[in-house]
């Protein structure tokens, strides 16, 4: 069992910045992927971003390409999305999975799950 714990999450004004982390830990980590997933009220979840752990190759929505930037930190067990620029309708709950054999990476099709951090963005 692998679990994700979210952090980071806030309110910030519109065109700044915030940065989010993801701790995995139980048993040895050795997922094929880690993405970022956000939720808005009255909408579906939707993919954001992922990471292809042990090759570190980076996957975007559309909507926060240019924008936001994922990362991970393999010694840390920890994956991090970095928002920039950010806009009002990027307002959502993020959630962190992660996937632990080769599948497609943009869709809901992963194995864990955090319980998710709020993200708030308003003038």
């Known amino acids: 069992q692998v679990q994700l714990v979210e952090s980071g999450g806030g309110w910030v004004q519109p065109g700044g910045s915030l940065r989010l982390s993801c701790a995995a830990s139980?048993?040895?980590?050795?997922?094929?992927?880690m993405g970022w997933f956000r939720q808005a009220p009255g909408k579906e979840r939707e993919f954001v971003a992922a990471?292809?752990?042990?090759?570190?190759?980076?996957y975007y929505a559309d909507s926060v390409k240019g924008r936001f930037a994922i990362s991970r930190d393999s010694a840390k067990n920890t994956v991090y999305l970095h928002l920039n620029s950010l806009k009002p309708e990027d307002t959502a709950v993020y959630y962190c999975?992660?996937?632990?054999?080769?599948?497609?990476?943009?869709?809901?099709?992963?194995?864990?799950w955090g319980r998710g951090t709020q993200v708030t963005v308003s003038s």
């Open positions: 999975a992660a996937m632990a054999a080769p599948g497609p990476i943009a869709t809901s099709d992963y194995d864990y």
């Open positions: 139980g048993r040895t980590f050795g997922s094929y992927a």
């Open positions: 990471i292809r752990w042990t090759v570190g190759i980076a």
